[in-house]
Antibody, heavy 119, light 107 residues
Framework: EVQLVESGGGLVQPGRSLRLSCAASGFTFDDYAMHWVRQAPGKGLEWVSGINWNSANIVYADSVKGRFTISRDNAKNSLYLQMNSLRTEDTALYYC????????????WGQGTLVTVSS | DIQMTQSPSTLSASVGDRVTITCRASQSISTWLAWYQQKPGKAPKLLIYKASNLESGVPSRFSGSGSGTEFTLTISSLQPDDFATYYCQHYNTYPWTFGHGTKVEIK
């Protein structure tokens, strides 16, 4: 059974940093691209960033480019999102999502970790 | 960026109704479209990929169609478990974008 478990969310002041993690199990992690998708309270879904299986292809939404860094550790079956220079508009539930293959649609999602940016 | 426009934003329907949700892309995306269902407090769940392919385990009352810029998600006979918000998403090129969602409510 595929499981994606996010962690690392919390309350942080604007301008500060936070690192999210996603622990994956139930599939061969290094065969698949992975993504972060966020959802602001009461709002829709926004794709944030994606990384292919060997980290050779990394893409970001314009809204986070230059501030967020996605990475993965295939030996640890883990996905990460380093978030710097956080803004109030980054407040959201952050989901880790497994790609069907190589940067396609998302066939499994974690339950999310909440990031609140507020002074 | 490719913009995805869903309609309607809210839909009121009864159990047993046939329901259709439309998603339009701002430029052609061939059939690189997925549909997701999200219930309150839960993660999204994949329903349809490549516009018309039913994900394993999803009931056959769900179907998708379309290509290019216009797509539809149809629920042939609405069930109590289907009241949720539905999102379309393209994966033609990055950045991937979602529609704003269609909330299916009980009439």
């Amino acid at each position: 059974e595929v499981q994606l478990v996010e962690s690392g969310g919390g309350l942080v002041q604007p301008g500060r940093s936070l690192r999210l993690s996603c622990a994956a199990s139930g599939f061969t992690f290094d065969d698949y691209a992975m993504h972060w998708v966020r959802q602001a309270p009461g709002k829709g879904l926004e794709w944030v960033s994606g990384i292919n299986w060997n980290s050779a292809n990394i893409v970001y939404a314009d809204s986070v480019k230059g501030r967020f860094t996605i990475s993965r550790d295939n030996a640890k079956n883990s996905l990460y999102l380093q978030m710097n220079s956080l803004r109030t508009e980054d407040t959201a539930l952050y989901y880790c999502a497994k790609d069907f293959g190589e940067l396609n649609y998302f066939n499994y999602w974690g339950q999310g970790t909440l990031v609140t940016v507020s002074s | 960026d490719i913009q995805m426009t869903q309609s309607p934003s809210t839909l009121s329907a009864s159990v047993g109704d046939r329901v259709t949700i439309t998603c339009r892309a701002s430029q052609s995306i061939s059939t690189w479209l997925a549909w997701y269902q999200q219930k309150p407090g839960k993660a999204p769940k994949l329903l349809i990929y490549k516009a018309s392919n039913l994900e394993s385990g999803v009931p056959s009352r769900f179907s998708g169609s379309g290509s290019g810029t216009e797509f539809t998600l149809t629920i042939s006979s609405l069930q109590p478990d289907d009241f949720a918000t539905y999102y379309c998403q393209h994966y033609n090129t990055y950045p991937w974008t979602f529609g704003h969602g269609t909330k299916v409510e009980i009439k």
